[in-house]
């Protein structure tokens, strides 16, 4: 009996003592749309750094909702719920558009990193901000937005490599093209914005119409379009540098080739920031310094396997810090240097995150719901030879830019008229397809 309860007591002991250990150990808590490569990379690295630096142990955890545009919806949502704090440490990811338009809000804690890493980041980019001058946001890795397309497919197709966005509306390429859904996907929204940007409004809706109609498959997750390239399902496709430039890598670049539009796209930054409430706010902190890091930088840029570099997945991501490129290009799988790439329209980025969500209701409305109308209608535009006058019907958009600016400032901000508006523009579309594909 009295073994017993020294093994009983010895038992609760232990579980006593295991508790303690696991409380002891603090977690972060990250919202994010990166592939798991990228979590699988700076989670490990940091626990370690964390450890290194500080003598505890802490457990990053990783949390998305399906892409940039969920997540930016989702952390509004709950910020609207709760404006003190929403249980989570870090957004990381996207572009820079949702980060101002966060930082408007008021729910991003500033942080000023320290000098010595500040001082390694340029200011901008060919007008584009790297960081917030408030400290809010800060971009973390560089991004390039072009095409990738399938060398063989289109040789076989007898079909000229693409070279710009009006490539994509090529009617031979009907059924060839992979792009995505903008209300899921931050990338693929950002592509249409740079279009819409680049050619301006009316040439730009006729592009991205013509360019959606020869799509087979409109894919939530930009990260799919790529991969659907490679392997010869589509042609062409719309892509970011970095999932690009992985299956070159794995194709090789006899099979796939990815080109930036010269003149016609831009280079963004990846952005990192701190959420008001963060319940770990030191942890926080000292992650998006470590992502700012050199350490933590060596992780975009240099090949798997390298010393300080990622232990499984060449990342194909350029470094916000200038000085790397110089230091460690031997040792990278990334050719491209962004701040030696200065051809590029001027993007409005105040333009951009004014309409964010406006622009993809209205382009999900338009071309993706009514896909099925558009691809009739396109169709039998596409065997009758092509007019401008066919393509403008076809094209053209349910309101002008200036009234989408306005409507996206004040009432779609009303859920009940942004829905009611949603369903307008889906009738518009759906109407509009259907008379050009009964028109004798």
């Known amino acids: 009996m009295k073994t017993a309860r020294f093994l009983f007591s010895a038992a609760a002991a232990l579980m006593v003592l295991c508790a303690g250990v696991a409380s002891a150990q603090e977690t972060l808590q990250i919202i994010s749309p990166h592939w798991q ?21 802490i457990k990053v955890v990783w949390r998305d909702m399906g892409g940039t545009s969920d997540d930016l919806r989702w952390i509004r949502s709950e910020f609207a719920k709760r404006p003190e704090g929403i249980d989570l440490d870090i957004f990381f990811g996207g572009g820079i558009d949702p980060y101002r338009q966060l930082a408007g809000l008021g729910v991003l804690q ?21 960081y917030d001058p408030g400290y809010r946001w800060y971009g973390t890795a560089i991004s390039g937005f072009g095409i990738i397309y399938n060398k063989v497919l289109l040789q076989r197709l007898k079909i000229a490599e693409p070279k710009t966005w009006q490539d994509l509306a090529d009617p031979k390429l009907f059924t060839w093209v992979g792009t995505g859904d903008p209300r899921h996907s931050g990338t693929v929204h950002m592509m249409y914005e740079i279009i819409l940007q680049a050619y301006g409004w009316e040439r730009g809706w006729q592009i991205i119409t013509a360019m959606s109609a020869n799509t087979r498959t409109i894919v939530q997750n930009s990260g799919d379009i790529p991969t659907s390239v490679a392997a010869g399902r589509v042609a062409v496709g719309t892509a970011i540098d970095f999932y690009a430039w992985t299956q070159v890598n794995q194709a090789g670049s006899d099979f796939v080739g990815f080109v930036m539009p010269e003149g016609l796209t831009v280079i963004n930054p990846d952005s990192i920031a701190v959420l008001k409430g963060a319940p770990n706010e030191k942890a926080a902190k000292a992650f998006v310094e470590f992502v700012l890091s ?11 396997g390298a010393p300080g570099g990622p232990k499984k997945y060449d990342l194909f991501r350029m470094p916000v810090r200038a000085d790397l490129y110089e230091k460690f ?28 969500e406006a622009l993809s209701d209205l382009i ?7 896909h099925d109308d558009l691809v009739s209608a396109w169709s039998k535009i596409v065997r009758a030879e092509p007019s401008e006058e066919l ?33 307008r523009w889906a009738t518009f579309a759906r109407d509009k397809y259907r008379r050009l594909t009964e028109a004798e």
């Open 37 to 57: 490569g990228i979590k699988d990379e700076f989670g490990p690295a940091f626990e370690s750094h964390w450890q290194g630096t500080t003598g505890g142990k």
């Open 364 to 370: 999900g409305a338009t071309l993706v719901d009514c």
């Open 329 to 356: 290009a031997a040792e990278s799988p990334v050719t491209m240097n962004p701040f030696l790439h200065s051809k590029s329209f001027k993007y409005d980025s105040n333009l951009g995150m004014a309409r964010y």
């Open 294 to 304: 050199e350490a933590g930088q060596k992780l975009w840029y240099l090949k798997a």
């Open 391 to 423: 393509l403008g019907q076809l094209a053209a958009p349910p309101l002008s830019e200036t009234e989408l600016t306005a409507l996206a400032e004040e009432k779609l901000k009303d859920p009940v008229f942004r829905n009611a508006q949603i369903g």
């Open 110 to 130: 500033p942080h000023k990193v320290p000098e010595a890493i500040l001082s390694g980041i340029p200011k901008d980019l060919g007008g584009v901000a790297l």
